[in-house]
């Protein structure tokens, strides 16, 4: 007769059992835990490899993790978040909210996923990177440093934003694009391809398929060698970007690149 009380794999070097009396089935069955030093109940896993025997890890109220997924350190899930298939969670993470972190996806480090954000594929969320709201990482994308992914933008591919870069709003990031630094990509903004952004200060220099490179101040715009005041370039036709050996293909980013660039970096003001 199965003992519905604790896990018959209990031993004393454990930190929680497995409550097979409270158990829930979402397909799988899943179970709550209960820390053997004070009774605490916690949230729900499948099996003892979901959550580790060492270390501070909990999971705490309705929050789920089953599957493969691995939560270890002194990484913290609660809420109604899941975590499932193959994910880690390790080091100082938390996701919690409605979050959802599947795949192979890893958050560590003091990263934080919550809200609906949604980290999947073999995205990385490290450092003390931020994705929040209904946000989605997913791919072999990643986030780190303080860089912060929020709203209903996506990153996905095996795009990188780092540094404190801020990606919000309706943005979207993918392809090998990078964006770094004190960037930040919003509202319906699209970066792709090979696209790098890299604001420092008043400066952002953008690479196209790392051929033609844009830097804007707030004054002037140079592509290649060519500086000119930043509304002159919009007023460059498809032609005549084509005789400056633009590729042809390439004309509608180099467009959007220089009317992002031209709202991350804005116009100095004069000086009465």
Not at 87 to 92: D, E, F, I, L, W
Not at 119 to 130: E, K, L, T, W
Not at 167 to 173: F, H, I, K, T
Not at 205 to 230: A, Y
């Amino acid at each position: 007769m199965i003992d519905t009380t604790f896990h018959d794999k209990e031993t004393a070097m454990n930190k929680y059992k497995l409550r097979l009396d409270l158990s829930i089935d979402i397909g799988v069955k899943l179970y709550r835990i209960e820390r053997l030093d004070n009774g605490e109940l916690g949230g729900y896993i499948g099996s003892e490899k979901n959550l580790s025997q060492e270390g501070n890890a909990w999971i705490y109220g309705d929050a789920r993790v089953y599957g493969n997924a691995q939560v270890s350190g002194d990484a913290q899930i609660y809420g109604d978040a899941r975590v499932s298939g193959d994910a880690r969670v390790s080091g100082n993470a938390r996701v919690y909210g409605n979050a959802w972190v599947s795949g192979n996806a890893w958050v560590y480090g003091d990263a934080r996923v919550y809200g609906n954000a949604w980290v999947s594929g073999d995205a990385q969320i490290y450092g003390d990177a931020r994705v929040s709201g209904d946000a989605r990482v997913s791919g072999n994308a990643r986030v780190s440093g303080n860089a912060w992914v929020s709203g209903d933008a996506r990153v996905s591919g095996d795009a990188w934003v780092s540094g404190n870069a801020r990606v919000s709003g309706d943005a979207r990031v993918y392809g090998n694009a990078w964006v770094s630094g004190d960037a930040r990509i919003s509202g319906n903004a699209w970066v792709s391809g090979n696209a790098q952004i890299k604001c420092i200060s008043e400066i952002i220099n953008f690479v196209i398929g790392f051929s033609f490179s844009i830097t804007i101040t707030p004054d002037n715009i140079m592509i290649g060698c060519q500086v000119k005041k930043r509304t002159e370039w919009l007023k460059i036709t498809k032609d005549e970007a084509k005789e400056m050996g633009l590729p042809e293909h390439l004309y509608p980013y180099y467009r959007q690149l220089i009317k992002t660039g031209m709202k991350l970096v804005p116009k100095r003001k004069k000086v009465k």
